[in-house]
C-alpha cells in the first residue's frame, strides 16, 4: 500500500486508510470527528505540509522525543551544508510523518554489505500520528551571518533560574510527537543519524503524558503534580486568538517568519517528594485550582471562568499570576509534556515538566510572564528551571519546500 508515493512500513487494517486523516481541517493537524474524542487511531497519520508547521495546534499527541542540535560544519561551506541537510531532512521527515521508513531501502531492502538506510525500530509500527517540527536557534543565524528577529534575542536570566548549559541553546530543534514513543524515538535518531558530519546532539529530552491539551476535542491531562495541565490553553480552534498570540505575521519584522511561530523550551524540575508532604489545601491555593476536577477555586466546573475578583485565588496562586488579565492580555499556546529521568543520587526522582510554549514574541509574551512567576508565585518553591531554548519554527512547507528554506534562499 502506498500513501504520497511511499511504501509504508505496516499494512494498514481495515479502517485504515480511511481513517489517515491527511488532508483533514485543522491545519497542522487531524480532525477529530466528534467532540468527545476518542484516542486517535494508531494508524492516525498527520499531514507533514500545510500552512503552519504541524506539531504546534496538532492535538497534543501522548509521547515527545525532543533534540536540539548544534551545527558542527564552518567556514565556506556551512551555509551550503545546512542546505543539503535540511533538504534530506525534510524528504526523511515526510516519508516518517506518512508510515515509511526514512530512506528507500530500509532497513532489510537494500545492499546487505552497506548500513541500512533506516534504523528499523519502528518496522511494523503505523505512523501514530507522529509530528516532526523543526525550529532554528539564533546562535545559527549568528554563524550564518543572518540578523536575529528581535523575537529571537537570548531570553534575560530569571530569578531563581538553575540552568544547565548542556540542556540548554542550540543551532536546531526539532519537536517529534507521536502516541507512540518508539516512532517518536526512530524519527529522532534517524535525523541525527542523517546529519553526522553536519550537526550533533546538544541535548535531548523525552516528554510522556502530554500536559497540555491544544484541540477542545481534547481531555486535560494531568501534570505530576496531580493537577490537570491545560484547561486554559489556547486551542486549535480559536483561530482569531491563534493569529493574536501564536502566528508571525509578515509586519512582524522578519519577513522569512510569516506564518511560523517562536517556541520557548524550559526543562523544570519539580520537587515530587517535597510537593507530596504538602497538604492538599496548600497545593490548590499555591495553583488556584481544585485538584479534583481543575476547577477555579470557587467553582465546580473545569471549565468555569476564572473569576481573578475572589479572594479564593490568592494574589501569588500560579493561576493568577499568568493570566491574560494580569500580563496585559499575554497569552501563549502550551504544549509541555511530563519526563523522569531517573534519579538524582540522593534519594529524589529527577522529575518534572519540559514546558514547550509556541508564540508570536517570546519578549513580549514569556520573558514578563516568567518574570512574574519567578519572582512571586509560590509553586517555585517546588521546581527548578534547569534548561532554556528558544526557536524560530517557520511556516508550514507547500509542495516541494524543504525545512528553512524561507529562511536560506530569503
Ligand atoms: C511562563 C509560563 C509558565 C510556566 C513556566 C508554567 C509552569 C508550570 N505550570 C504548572 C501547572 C499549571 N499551570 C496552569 C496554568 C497556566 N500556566 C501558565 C504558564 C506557565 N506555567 C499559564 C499561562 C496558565 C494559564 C493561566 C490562566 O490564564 O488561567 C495550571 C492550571 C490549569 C491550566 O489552565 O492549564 C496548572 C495546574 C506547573 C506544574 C509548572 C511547572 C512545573
Ligand atoms: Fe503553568
Avoid at 546529519?195 to 486535560?220: C, D, E, H, K
Avoid at 519540559?354 to 512574574?372: G, I, K
Avoid at 512547507?397 to 524543504?402: E, K, P, Q, V
Wanted: glycine letters at 12%.
Amino acid at each position: 500500500m502506498s500513501l504520497r508515493g511511499f511504501t509504508r512500513r505496516r499494512l494498514l487494517g481495515a479502517a485504515g486508510a480511511g481513517t489517515a486523516l491527511v488532508g483533514a481541517g485543522v491545519a497542522g493537524g487531524y480532525l477529530a470527528g466528534s467532540a468527545a474524542e476518542p484516542d486517535p487511531p494508531a494508524q492516525a497519520i498527520v499531514p507533514f505540509r500545510g500552512v503552519h508547521q504541524a506539531g504546534i495546534i496538532t492535538p497534543a499527541q501522548d509521547r515527545l522525543h525532543f533534540v536540539a542540535l548544534d551545527v558542527t560544519a564552518t567556514g565556506p561551506i556551512l551555509r551550503q551544508a545546512v542546505v543539503a541537510l535540511l533538504k534530506r531532512w525534510t524528504t526523511a521527515a515526510e516519508r516518517m510523518t506518512a508510515g515509511a521508513e526514512a530512506a528507500p531501502g530500509g532497513a532489510v531492502n537494500r545492499n546487505p554489505a552497506a548500513p541500512p538506510t533506516d534504523t528499523g525500530e519502528a518496522l511494523d509500527l503505523p505512523a501514530a500520528s507522529l509530528t516532526l517540527t523543526f525550529g532554528v536557534g539564533g546562535s545559527l543565524l549568528d554563524k550564518l551571518g543572518i540578523p536575529r528577529p528581535a523575537a529571537l534575542a537570548d531570553l534575560p536570566p530569571f530569578q531563581r533560574d538553575q540552568l544547565d548549559p548542556a540542556l540548554s541553546g542550540g543551532d536546531l530543534c526539532i519537536q517529534a510527537c507521536a502516541d507512540d514513543p518508539q516512532v517518536a524515538v526512530h524519527a529522532v535518531r534517524n535525523l541525527v543519524r542523517m546529519g553526522f558530519g553536519t550537526t550533533a546532539v546538544r541535548w535531548s529530552q523525552l516528554g510522556f503524558g502530554r500536559t497540555s491539551s491544544t484541540s477542545t476535542t481534547q481531555q486535560t491531562h494531568r501534570n505530576l503534580f496531580g493537577f490537570k495541565d491545560g484547561t486554559n490553553n489556547l486551542k486549535a480552534e480559536d483561530t482569531a486568538a491563534l493569529d493574536e498570540h501564536v502566528w508571525a505575521a509578515p509586519t512582524d519584522g522578519a519577513a522569512w517568519m510569516a506564518g511560523g511561530t517562536y517556541l520557548v523550551a524550559r526543562r523544570i524540575r519539580m520537587h515530587v517528594e517535597t510537593w507530596d508532604r504538602t497538604s492538599l489545601t496548600e497545593q490548590e491555593s499555591l495553583t488556584g485550582r481544585t485538584k479534583g476536577t481543575g476547577a477555579p477555586m470557587g467553582a465546580t466546573d473545569e471549565f468555569a471562568p476564572v473569576d481573578l475578583g475572589s479572594p479564593l485565588i490568592a494574589d501569588d496562586a500560579h493561576i493568577r499570576l499568568a493570566s491574560a488579565s494580569s500580563l496585559g492580555g499575554v497569552r501563549i499556546l502550551r504544549r509541555g509534556y511530563n519526563f523522569v529521568d531517573g534519579s538524582d543520587g540522593a534519594g529524589h526522582l529527577d522529575a518534572g515538566l519540559f514546558f514547550l510554549a509556541f508564540m508570536r514574541d517570546p519578549q513580549r509574551q514569556f520573558v514578563p510572564m516568567q518574570s512574574a512567576l519567578a519572582r512571586h508565585d509560590r509553586m517555585m518553591e517546588y521546581i527548578e528551571h534547569t534548561g532554556s531554548a528558544v526557536f524560530a519554527c517557520p511556516a508550514g512547507l507547500g509542495d516541494g519546500a524543504y525545512w528553512g528554506q524561507s529562511l536560506l534562499e530569503a
